[in-house]
């Protein structure tokens, strides 16, 4: 089961934006440097899609949009990110229409909650 999501964003002044995270507290164990990577790595890609992170602790997969929105999957070491990578990319999908809502955490809590 995963540990946590979260939504971020891109900004060329600030960098990484948070927007949403699911628990709160999922933003403790992932540094902003390991979220700089997972950006590079999209950008490397150039289109929409989805990576891995793989660290000491953890997995991570990431759907970027192609438009500077990231959905982040955090899961633990036992976890294939391959089996997350369909669901990851549906979730962020559907999340995109709900980014200029105020209840995002929420939001992407309700629509999320089969992963």
């Known amino acids: 089961m995963p540990i946590g999501s979260i939504i971020l964003k891109w900004d060329e002044r600030s960098g990484i934006n948070i927007l949403a995270k699911n628990p709160e507290d999922v933003v403790d164990i992932i540094s902003k440097k390991s979220l700089l990577?997972?950006?590079?790595?999209?950008?490397?890609?150039?289109e929409e899609g989805v990576v891995w992170l793989n660290l000491d602790t953890l997995n991570i997969v990431s759907y970027f949009s192609g438009i500077d929105f990231y959905f982040v999957l955090v899961l633990n070491m036992l976890e294939n990110p391959e089996d997350f990578e369909e669901k990851t990319r549906n979730c962020g999908k559907k999340l995109l229409d709900y980014l200029d809502s105020e209840n995002l955490d929420e939001i992407m809590t309700n629509l999320c909650e089969d992963l």
Do not use: G
Not at 37 to 46: A, D, E, P, W
């Open 37 to 46: 990577q997972l950006y590079n790595m999209h950008q490397y890609l150039t």
